[in-house]
């Protein structure tokens, strides 16, 4: 069954291990395993750890280089798209399609200039917020002060986007860049809903109700996205999948996303749920240890009830509906 897996960090990873390419590494993406896997679209995320104090902008560019570079070396099997017509060419002509992302709204440095600079690079999601405040808006999990620990169950429910936010947010929509949710505050979601008027993705988050970590989405939230036509990925991350015990490894089941899986579409619809695995961010997953498992998780969506026609919704058909309609 066809994949669309709306996020992961494995530009991150190649840009730290400059022997590895997109064929040859030890990551949880990998051109062979996507094949196995049977990858229709990956997004390729740019993500930038702004902690450390360099330039977010610079630094953001300098993985698009590298995101580049990797395309160019593989022109037969994997190729970026930038439009809905290039998915359905990369399918004709038998490519995985490549979409690049931002995971970090500072890198556009309160600027829009900057934003459509991305844009113009090929970029088509961002992920407003990581784990610090920007210039758009504010994380649920702030990262805490040195000796703190952080806190992953208050949400931040007071500050969300701020002015430069919400004007983000509106040129976003206005280019036909999908606006990601995932990692923002609880404010911050409401401020996107309120903002907008096309629809918007988590594209890595799952639900509160079943596992308690803030990077989750209350069903308040879920049944919001069904009713705007929005989209939020199932993540493979153990810490979001169940309640870490303390003292415990926390190691992930396939059982847990499909638990997942039946809340978000109780609370949202069928229409509302996609994949967001957050390969080569998180741990590895125990029992989805790389793109070429994917087969199991649409093995234990099918033992767990899900129709034919649910599975390639939820691999697939729904992300796609929502890229054909903004892109």
């Given amino acids: 069954m066809k994949v669309v897996d709306m996020h992961c960090d494995t530009v991150s990873a190649l840009m730290k291990r400059r022997e590895w390419s997109l064929a040859d590494n030890d990551l949880h993406l990998r051109l062979d395993k996507m094949e196995a896997g049977d ?13 450390d104090g360099k330039d977010p902008y610079r630094a953001a560019m300098e993985m698009a280089d590298r995101f580049e570079e990797q395309m160019g070396l593989f022109p ?14 990369n ?32 970029v088509r999601m961002m992920t407003l ?23 992953f169950t208050t949400p931040q429910t007071e500050k969300g986007l701020t002015d430069f936010g919400v004007m983000a947010v509106e040129e976003m929509q206005r280019m036909g860049m999908i606006v ?23 594209s890595h988050s799952n639900a509160r109700a079943i596992c308690g970590h803030v990077r989750n989405l ?47 579409t109780a609370m949202g619809g069928m229409e509302c749920l996609g994949l967001g695995s957050d390969f ?22 099918k033992k767990g009830g899900f129709s034919a026609s649910e599975r390639e919704k939820i691999f697939s058909g729904n992300v ?8």
């Fill in 218 to 264: 209350t069903d308040d939230m879920i049944r919001a996205l069904g009713e705007r036509g929005c989209v939020t990925g199932l993540n493979f991350c153990a810490d979001f999948l169940t309640d870490a015990v303390k003292g415990e490894k926390n190691e992930g089941t396939i059982e847990a996303v499909v638990r997942h899986a039946r809340h978000i």
């Fill in 91 to 122: 399918r004709a002509e038998g490519k995985i399609s490549a979409m690049l992302t931002i995971e970090e709204g500072a890198v556009c440095q309160g600027s829009l200039a900057k934003l459509r600079e991305f844009y113009d690079r090929g």
């Fill in 320 to 327: 796609l509906r929502l890229y054909r309609e903004l892109l």
């Fill in 39 to 51: 990858y229709l679209l990956q997004n390729f995320a740019l993500f930038v750890y702004i902690g």
């Fill in 180 to 202: 990601d949710v995932s990692h923002l505050s609880d404010a911050g979601f409401w401020d996107v809903y309120h903002h907008t008027k096309k629809p918007f993705v988590a």
């Fill in 76 to 89: 037969d099997r994997i190729a970026q798209v930038k439009s809905y017509a290039d998915i359905e060419k």
């Fill in 280 to 301: 080569d961010g998180i741990p590895t997953h125990a029992e989805l240890t790389g793109a070429d498992k994917l087969p199991l998780l649409e093995d234990a969506l």
């Fill in 129 to 151: 917020t990581w784990n610090f405040p920007n210039e758009i808006g504010f994380p649920n999990v702030a990262m805490p002060k040195e000796g703190e620990a952080p806190d």
